[in-house]
């Protein structure tokens, strides 16, 4: 803003109403100027409008009173104070600010599609939506059938995965861009609780479906294996302890999809959005990390083409490795080449041609695709199962499951496994969302995102699904291929929907090997995340100690551990960091009413017998002695110099207080007084100021210790504590300037300022 000088226009008066031109200002602003009477013309420019290009303004005239005190600064300025709603008005005004009260603006709200449908471009933005579904929809077939696998269950579910969430999703999510679906760091989640509870009789290769699925949604056909699970899997399961589920690991995942969408449900209900906070970025960084380790080790056996036990609990990771070397004499050399090779490829295509091909080719080639296509073809030609023993994907059932109801008697034995899943996936999806949302200028709710995930995670689980997140690879390439809305969704249902239906059997010759090489391409980034640690560690040894915690602990612990250690890491570091308070001495600029930390600028002097200390932080009952011991230390060091008659401390920097913080000052006043050292308060917060006065403090203390700025403290500190020597204020201007009388401490003082001019 720019201030006009009053006295420089013609139709100033010392006292009236007038009319100047202004920029927009968004709060108080208070102007002086000095005539040639001394005086102090003070104009108030009141409550101003940001709309408004002209105020008017009260002038009043008035004799100097500086310094304020902050009772006359209140009074000058017309302070105010505001009145916070109570919790029945804050509920109604979010009732009527969220439109709940109407039965369409509450069907609006939980299906936004109701609102962006209506105003979709349909002739912009349809063609664009069509060409992004078919692209995504291509990228689900391999990518679900291979993240499947991570979670135990057949390849299908993946398709199934990309259908029925992403559907009931696109209707209640709010953001545009999220590609929703397998995810690995889920899947594999979910793994855990699929071989606690999975009946082993279904996991074995002679097992047969279960008689209720019409369309065999186990995907277990007599005679056949169930994808990547083997014998070995009883060694780890209930059956090893003599007690049967009966429960094929499509029930248990529908189950857990279940529980993860009612956890959803519950969090979006009670506005809970904002849990994601409690995962800072380094460690979700260094969770996912951990995970792509162990999701690589999950599927080295693929890679080898060897049975290995499948281990859970603390050090799994260690001892798969170990297995792996022990039997790494019945390695299937070819599988091992195909996996290699694959992997090698697609890492090649991804690092040189990607980039190049796509100055070229206006959306991006579905390479993964490709190798799936190919890998299926060259298993089916040359008989790479029965002629060399390689492992296959196997029997991929037609059409679409029939509907069935997750075994509900197992609910309450998953209620914990479903929570860490459902604060995971939806600390990944509302971060991709909000990352893919700023990118484009637009906002997600996190509230609904809850409840969208919920509802799709709940109807996904009727239709043997696994709990479903957004992929940050997909969604980067639903945006770069053209989508605008989830409309793309649609479109990608609709594709997969015919896959499902015709195209499944297909895939049946697909090796294991290939698809274990396209997850192990996909986990590249979070394994290049691991340079994440030496960033953090430069930037903050705090962030960096969490992220290598979290790391280590899901590495050689689990999972569910290293998300229980990294949360709880991560609160324990901001409670370490909240007890941290700051008191700084400070000094002034000579000249102006600048007053900066006297340490770190050389041009600052200290006054005599004055003591400025800034307090920054939150004081409570843990950190009230801490900073009240600080205090004392800075006036003693003071006093060293000069005898320290005031100490001033600057309050505006202490975002709370509670009543034990009140109490410790009250006493520290006490100790103070008797040494005969006057304590003073600046820029007291509001609600600082409240607990103050709710503790009466200031029946004890005098409120004419109060003050609006740290200058008019200094000017009421009439200080020298030697041979009676005085402040005084003059003032040119608008600057004042503080002299002092003639006597010894007065040259010492004077060659202290000096020296550091």
């Excluded at 570091?573 to 000249?591: A, E």
């Excluded at 205090?631 to 309050?651: G, P, R």
Aim: proline share 5%; glycine share 6%.
């Amino acid at each position: 803003m720019e201030y006009t000088r009053l006295h420089d226009r013609k139709d100033f008066c010392v006292t009236g109403v007038f009319v100047i031109r202004t920029c927009s200002f968004s709060q108080m602003a208070l102007y002086s100027h000095f005539d040639n009477d001394d005086k102090e013309t003070v104009t108030d420019y009141g409550s101003l409008s940001k709309k408004s290009s002209t105020l008017e303004v009260n002038v009043h005239s008035f004799y100097d009173n500086r310094p304020y005190k902050q009772n006359e600064f209140d009074q000058v300025c017309k302070h105010q104070s505001v009145n916070k709603p109570g919790v029945l008005e804050s509920c109604k005004s979010k009732l009527v600010e969220s439109q709940c009260c109407h039965p369409f603006a509450l069907l609006v709200n939980l299906f936004p599609i109701l609102d962006w449908l209506p105003k979709y471009k349909w002739k912009t933005d349809l063609s664009q939506d069509v060409i992004a579904g078919i692209t995504i929809a291509v990228v689900h077939i391999p990518q679900g059938m291979a993240y499947a696998i991570l979670a135990a269950v057949p390849p299908i579910v993946g398709i199934y995965m990309a259908f029925f969430p992403v559907f009931i999703y696109m209707l209640m999510g709010t953001s545009r861009h999220l590609s929703m679906g397998t995810f690995s760091v889920i899947c594999m989640m979910t793994s855990k609780a699929v071989l606690m509870y999975s009946d082993p009789k279904y996991l074995l290769s002679d097992a047969p479906p279960p008689i209720h699925s019409i369309h065999n949604v186990s995907g277990i056909p007599p005679g056949s294996h169930n994808g990547s699970l083997t014998e070995d899997v009883v060694r780890t399961s209930l059956y090893a302890t003599g007690y049967s589920t009966g429960l094929t690991p499509i029930q248990v995942a529908s189950a857990v999809c279940f529980v993860v969408g009612v956890w959803h449900v519950i969090l979006g209900a009670l506005k809970l959005g904002s849990l994601s906070v409690l995962m800072s970025d380094s460690m979700i960084s260094g969770f996912t990390s951990g995970t792509a380790f162990i999701v690589i080790a999950s599927q080295i056996k693929h890679v080898f083409g060897i049975s290995l036990p499948r281990h859970s609990g603390p050090l799994k990771v260690i001892m798969t490795i170990v297995d792996t070397i022990n039997n790494f004499d019945k390695t299937n050399w070819l599988a091992l080449e195909i996996a290699v090779g694959v992997t090698l490829a697609l890492i090649f295509y991804m690092q040189f041609l990607k980039g190049p091909l796509s100055k070229y080719i206006p959306i991006p080639l579905p390479i993964e695709l490709i190798t799936v296509v190919l890998g299926t073809l060259a298993s089916s030609k040359f008989g790479l199962k029965e002629n060399f023993g390689i492992s296959v994907v196997g029997h991929i059932p037609t059409g679409l499951p029939v509907p069935e109801a997750p075994p509900m008697w197992l609910v309450p034995k998953l209620i914990l496994d479903g929570l860490v899943i459902a604060i995971i996936a939806f600390s990944i999806n509302i971060s991709m969302a909000s990352i893919l949302a700023k990118k484009m200028n637009y906002k997600v709710n996190s509230n609904q995102e809850l409840l969208a995930s919920g509802f799709s995670n709940i109807f996904a689980s009727f239709f043997s699904c696994v709990p479903f997140a957004a992929s940050l690879s997909r969604s980067l390439i639903q945006m770069q291929s053209g989508g605008q809305t989830q409309l793309t969704s649609g479109v990608c249902c609709g594709c997969l929907v015919f896959v499902l239906l015709y195209v499944g059997p297909f895939f049946e010759p697909l090796p294991h090997c290939v698809l274990t090489a396209i997850v192990i391409v996909a986990m590249k980034g979070m394994i290049l995340q691991m340079h994440d640690f030496v960033t953090y560690w430069r930037e903050s040894v705090i962030e960096g100690i969490v992220w290598g915690a979290t790391f280590s602990s899901v590495v050689l612990l689990d999972i569910d551990y290293g998300l229980v250690i990294g949360i709880c890491l991560s609160l324990v570091c901001v409670i370490f960091m909240s007890q941290k308070v700051l008191v700084t001495r400070l000094g002034r600029i000579f000249t102006t009413d600048i007053y900066v930390e006297s340490d770190r600028y050389k041009s600052a002097f200290e006054i005599p017998g004055v003591v400025i200390l800034r307090l920054l932080g939150g004081i409570n009952f843990v950190t009230k002695d801490k900073v009240v011991k600080k205090i004392a230390k800075n006036i003693k060091a003071a006093s060293q110099e000069f005898e320290t008659q005031f100490v001033i401390l600057d309050m505006m920097a202490v975002s709370s207080v509670d009543s034990s913080t009140v109490k410790a000052f009250q006493q520290f006043n006490k100790d103070l007084k008797a040494q005969d050292i006057t304590m003073k308060f600046v820029q007291f917060t509001e609600p600082v100021r409240k607990v103050f006065q709710r503790c009466n403090f200031f029946a004890e203390f005098d409120e004419s210790c109060l003050f609006p700025t740290i200058h008019d403290a200094v000017l009421d500190s009439v200080t020298l504590t030697n041979n009676n020597g005085r402040l005084k204020t003059s003032f040119t201007n608008l600057t004042d300037i503080i002299t002092l009388g003639s006597s010894s401490t007065l040259n010492s003082l004077s060659h202290k300022v000096s020296s550091k001019l």
